[in-house]
């Protein structure tokens, strides 16, 4: 079975400012996808960035970047310039590819976005 | 816009009082699951739907019951909700093999048991 682990249960940044969430995830498969959602208080869980394992570059959009470290299992998001609608929680997932293959998401960080 | 739609946003039912939350999509993806998400947690896989067949997970309580009708439409009955099935309610759409595109979400059902 598959686990994802983000070990910082809350951060905060100040506006304009870089921060990069951890994500760790534990699996013996080899063709995965990863990815990050947002979810803002009160809001809809929205995709902000993932990542097909077999490609060995970093996906990038906009603002949001990660670092993928195959095989450390690793999957880092770094949000640049820091903007106060990036407060929310956000969970990194794991999905084996396949038919029925459901998410594993990791418990989530609470990210406070600083004026 | 293709999205998933949730119905209602906010729902409050008397402890015991079957209640239905309901979810469509215009996305024609053929797999549709419903999560529960209590306050700062991540969601929880109650069951999911691909195409027809419906997949339960092992710790779902019998109280919960879902039903698929068509491609569009999915529903959640809470058959006898009790204070502690009070939470969010999310449903998402995929497609088949799920895919790079991951998992399209609703805004949410915040279910309220009094």
Partial sequence: AQTVTQSQPEMSVQEAETVTLSCTYDTSENNYYLFWYKQPPSRQMILVIRQEAYKQQ??????????????AKSFS????????????????????????QNFVFGPGTRLSVLP | DAMVIQNPRYQVTQFGKPVTLSCSQTLNHNVMYWYQQKSSQAPKL???????????EADTPDNFQSRR??????????RSPGLGDAAMYLCATSREGGGVSGYTFGSGTRLTVV
């Fill in chain 1, 58 to 71: 970093n996906a990038t959009e906009n603002r949001f970047s990660v670092n993928f470290q195959k095989a």
């Fill in chain 1, 77 to 100: 998001l770094k949000i640049s310039d820091s903007q106060l609608g990036d407060t929310a929680m956000y969970f990194c997932a794991f999905m084996k590819r396949g038919r029925g």
């Fill in chain 2, 46 to 56: 109650l069951f999911h739907y691909y195409d027809k067949d419906f997949n339960n």
């Fill in chain 2, 69 to 78: 009708p068509n491609t569009s439409f999915c529903f959640l009955d809470i």
